[in-house]
T-cell receptor, first 113, second 114 residues
Framework: KAGVTQTPRYLIKTRGQQVTLSCSPI?????VSWYQQTPGQGLQFLFE???????NKGNFPGRFSGRQFSNSRSEMNVSTLELGDSALYLC????????????FGSGTRLTVV | AQKVTQAQTEISVVEKEDVTLDCVYE???????LFWYKQPPSGELVFLIR??????QNEISGRYSWNFQKSTSSFNFTITASQVVDSAVYFC???????????FGTGTLLAVQP
């Protein structure tokens, strides 16, 4: 079965712009989570969506937002980009039960210049 | 608060050596889950194993084995007869309570030299 698909794979944006990243989970999975990976902070949880509702949120500013559609696909948006937002953004899907493992996508590498 | 510590930042071994990656965790939850993921240079996190807090049985899968000890809050990962293809960053992670949020360690970069 198809894995988790993230688009685009690479992105270069200018400070102050906004960006939207997309994630298609494994078919049948209703939970989608987003993580940010940077050399300095490591892997940090952004948020989790389950059945179109945000179920958990990490400690990120309000510039980071997300949503989930009825087909479980998810998007995350970052507004007013800062240089520090440069990171690998990973999407992960799961069936949504507590303790379920996550299957991760290949990520979107965002560079802010 | 939940925390995962991977004290080894980088490990370099020669092919066919055995190597153990350490993971120590902190949590107040009585029910929790521990994971290991592998991240090759391509960036994708590849799931290796999940254990729940009630199952302390060690597990072996081919050249990989995991040792879970609640008494020392550790969940160590051993690769036997390492191969160059094992070169990657390995992350230990924890989730617990009523959430699926994963708390990751800082990762261990394993370099296997031919």
């Amino acid at each position: 079965k198809a894995g988790v698909t993230q688009t685009p794979r690479y992105l270069i944006k200018t400070r102050g712009q906004q960006v939207t990243l997309s994630c298609s989970p494994i078919s049948g999975h209703r939970s989608v989570s987003w993580y940010q990976q940077t050399p300095g902070q490591g892997l940090q949880f952004l948020f989790e969506y389950f059945s179109e509702t945000q179920r958990n949120k990490g400690n990120f500013p309000g510039r980071f937002s997300g949503r989930q559609f009825s087909n479980s696909r998810s998007e995350m948006n970052v507004s007013t980009l800062e240089l520090g937002d440069s990171a690998l953004y990973l999407c992960a899907s799961s069936a949504g039960r507590v303790g379920d493992g996550y299957t991760f996508g290949s990520g979107t590498r965002l560079t802010v210049v | 608060a939940q925390k995962v510590t991977q004290a080894q930042t980088e490990i370099s071994v020669v092919e066919k050596e055995d190597v153990t990656l350490d993971c120590v965790y902190e949590t107040r939850d009585t029910t929790y889950y521990l994971f290991w993921y592998k991240q090759p240079p391509s960036g994708e996190l590849v799931f290796l194993i999940r254990r729940n807090s009630f199952d302390e049985q060690n597990e072996i899968s081919g050249r990989y084995s995991w040792n879970f000890q609640k008494s020392t809050s550790s969940f160590n990962f051993t690769i036997t007869a390492s191969q160059v293809v094992d070169s990657a960053v390995y992350f230990c992670a924890l989730s617990g309570g009523a959430t699926n949020k994963l708390i990751f360690g800082t990762g261990t970069l394993l370099a296997v030299q031919p």
